[in-house]
């Protein structure tokens, strides 16, 4: 053992045995006992960044009195890119609701700006009051079916894999790739034998989900259905439950939670839209919701702390105990888990909803992504009909999945028109990234559109430029004004773009604040609400159409993929 080791626990046990001096006492509180699920009345030391000890100790004392001492919170899957935010705004957002680490998988941004993605997202590390983790992408591009912005391959996995923020492989999203026994696919598992590799396989059942798990896969948060939740803890997968900003999982997954499989759960958001950040919260909420559905508020803790950290090999952190990181979150009580007072390393960082300290947000250092598009013109958006059937693709609320509907082609003059007295509208994918001129063209139901348009570059996850509308003009202008912003949301109609949010970070994040974001955001939702959009989250839901991993039907750049056939299929015909 080094020197400065053995000096650094030297000097760490002297404290703890009350021989040093502590750097903190936190007195008259209860400790969250995540072990043996027990409060417990003690004081808590604090010295050299970790946790020395329980009881009485003498050094500079923080009244607590009454109140629960926590491990700090830990989102075990989140993809920052959802947020909108930067980093350090994401940062100012959770760190005072308790969040002292997040395990993000940085896949939006790398399938549109590669290496340069990634290290964007690194060069946060250590800058913040969170622990920043990454997973590194597995599947960039996410399918063969949509053309990204960059690839990252095995070479760029072995270039980063010892980075000391990286603690595995994320989301292996090309299941069919693992079952059918892929080389490149299995050589990116293999790269990461003994870490963590993370799952993501919807609908994924019998010997086709042993196979998967027997690959080396140790969790998965796209179960929908009790049914898939049981299947993966059989198997034994840590299950990922998912409460986001569109998919919510976690009402039809609780049952799954039993004495017996409460170690092997997680709750997780994956993606959280900015105005659910402000105003529902992060993972507070998440919490109050699972004791609300009936669990002990001590077990409930666990599946963010404990949980998280031991399935990510996290040893230092998740409870309140010596030797561990004095990542700790002050709450009034369990049961209404109102953070009072987040400590990271030992040192306040947050108190009241505010951090200690103002984190400065970015000007620059954000990797340069114009987009590049061709043609963009309203007859570039003509689609003609060429059967008497058409599939649609079906919405599906609360859910990423989506539904596959036939249904007579809406023709007028040999062209595809939407069709609002059936809620069919016109859906286009735009590649925005190499300048290909590539334009998927199909159709959606559900969104509730009665003129207008709304375009994005927020697409998973190759991230193009996506569009729904009912005229083919408004689809054009809306489109064009992103190119104009280089990224982001708009609300176009009647020839005039109603709002608007820059996203000029890669298309997908931006650097204003978090409230600056929801305003343009709540605007974007007023203006879609006067055009007969009934969603509550309009652009989440056009974000996900666009995801050819997640079943059933799809649009990319490339065409109409059928995800449960895991090919581009035609547009017209059954």
């Known amino acids: 053992m080094p020197v400065r080791r053995v000096e650094q626990l030297r000097r760490r046990i002297q404290a703890a045995t009350g021989q040093a001096p502590v750097a903190l006492v936190l007195r008259g509180g209860w400790v969250a006992d995540v072990f043996r699920g027990r409060l417990v009345k003690t004081d808590v030391a604090v010295a050299d960044g970790i946790i020395v000890g329980w009881g009485e100790y003498e050094g500079p004392g923080l009244d607590v009195s009454g109140q629960v001492i926590c491990p700090g919170l830990i989102d075990g899957h989140i993809h920052l890119e959802s947020t909108l935010l930067s980093p ?20 939006e941004i790398v399938n549109v700006a590669g290496v340069a993605g990634l290290e964007y997202i690194l060069g946060f590390q250590g800058r913040l009051p969170l622990d920043l983790f ?3 992408p597995s599947c960039v591009p996410a399918s063969p079916f949509e053309t990204n912005g960059a690839d990252f391959d095995l070479a760029d996995l072995q270039r980063f894999q010892g980075h000391a923020g990286v603690l595995g492989l994320a989301e292996v999203m090309n299941f069919p790739g693992v079952v059918q026994g892929d080389p490149q696919m299995l050589e990116k598992i293999a790269l990461f034998q003994g870490r963590v590799v993370d799952g993501h396989a919807p609908c994924l059942r019998g010997r086709e989900l042993n196979a998967y798990r027997l690959a080396g896969i140790g969790s998965d948060h796209e179960s929908t259905t009790l049914a898939e939740a049981h299947d993966r803890l059989a ?16 009402t039809d997954l609780w049952p799954a939670v039993t004495p017996a499989s409460l170690r092997r759960i997680m709750l997780v958001s994956d993606d959280l839209h900015p105005e659910d950040l402000q105003h529902r919260g992060h993972l507070p909420a998440l919490v109050r919701k699972a004791q609300a ?3 002990d508020p001590l077990a409930v803790l666990a599946l963010v702390t404990l949980n998280p950290a031991e399935y990510f ?11 561990y990181r004095a990542d700790l979150v002050v709450v009034d009580s369990l049961e209404t888990f109102r953070v009072q007072l987040v400590l990271k390393d030992g040192r306040i960082v947050a108190t009241g909803g505010r951090l200690t300290e103002p984190l400065p947000l970015p000007t620059n250092g954000a990797p340069p992504k114009p987009l590049q598009v061709k043609d963009l013109s ?13 599939k649609v693709i079906g919405l599906i609320p609360g859910q990423i999945l989506t539904d596959r509907l036939i249904r007579p082609t809406p023709v007028r003059d040999g062209l595809v028109q939407a069709d609002l007295q059936q809620d069919i509208l016109k859906l286009a994918v735009v590649e925005r990234h190499r300048g290909t001129g590539h334009l998927g063209l199909g159709l959606v139901h559900g969104f509730g559109l009665q003129r207008g348009a709304l375009a994005s570059t927020v697409a998973h996850d190759s991230h193009n430029l996506i569009i729904v509308g009912v005229s083919d003009a408004d689809m054009s202008l809306a489109a064009q004004h992103l190119v104009d912003l280089g990224g982001g949301l708009a609300v176009a109609a009647d020839g005039r773009i109603l709002a608007d949010l820059p996203l000029p970070v890669a298309g997908l994040m931006s650097l204003a604040s978090l409230e600056q974001v929801t305003a343009r955001q709540a605007a974007l939702h007023e203006a879609c609400r006067a055009l007969g959009l009934t969603l509550p989250d309009p652009f989440m839901a056009l974000s996900f159409l666009a995801l050819p991993v997640i079943p059933k039907l799809k649009l990319t750049d490339q065409g109409l993929v059928d995800v449960e056939r895991f090919a581009v299929v035609p547009l017209f015909g059954e």
Request: hydrophobic content about 50%; overall charge positive; some cysteine.
């Open 235 to 250: 198997r034994g997968f840590y299950l990922m439950i998912r409460e986001g900003s569109t998919a919510k999982n976690m």
């Open 88 to 107: 350090p705004e994401f940062a100012r957002a959770v760190v005072p609701q308790g969040t002292t680490a997040v395990v993000a998988d940085p896949h």
């Open 293 to 295: 559905l009936g669990c």
């Open 134 to 136: 990454v997973l590194l």
């Open 313 to 323: 090999r996290l040893f230092d952190r998740g409870a309140v105990a010596p030797g």
């Open 378 to 390: 309203p007859q570039a958006f003509a689609l003609p009909a060429a059967g008497e059937l058409v």
